[in-house]
């Protein structure tokens, strides 16, 4: 049994330090066609799973993954947490079910880019 049927019908409670990042998951869309790929997923993975999530700010030096992110595992060794590799992650291959193809789950930015483009035209014309 994996992650999700552990967590299958529970609230979970995620700390974000990004503050970005969370209103980009808690919103379901990003204006980075890649980050939209990472909503796209959990949000896939959390209705698979009938998962209840709650995303939490958390300051960044609080945040105990923060240091194992940038390669720092001093805390997490102190601690005895056992370092896993990445392929170990997916090896249960979680994601297979969800859609990626080209386009299909895209978000259509243009609106964006024309907001973007009309606030410097505004912004030069000052």
């Not at 409670?13 to 970005?20: P, V």
């Not at 980009?24 to 959390?46: D, E, K, M, Q, Y």
């Not at 601690?79 to 392929?87: C, D, K, L, Y």
Request: aromatic share 8%; net charge positive; glycine share 8%.
């Amino acid at each position: 049994m994996h992650w999700g049927e552990r967590l299958r019908g529970r609230a979970l409670l995620a700390f974000i330090d990004n503050e970005t990042s969370q209103g980009g998951i808690t919103n379901g869309f990003s204006t980075s066609p890649i980050f939209c790929r990472v909503i796209h997923a959990i949000w896939t993975l959390c209705a698979r799973y009938e998962i209840t999530l709650w995303l939490e700010r958390v300051p960044t030096k609080l945040n105990c993954s923060d240091g194992p992110s940038r390669n720092c595992f001093k805390l997490t060794d102190k601690a005895g947490i056992r370092r896993v590799s990445a392929a170990a992650c997916y090896k249960e291959d979680l994601l297979k079910d969800v859609s990626f193809r080209e386009g299909v789950n895209e978000p259509d930015t243009s609106h964006y880019m024309v907001g973007r483009a009309e606030r410097r035209a505004r912004a030069a014309a000052r």
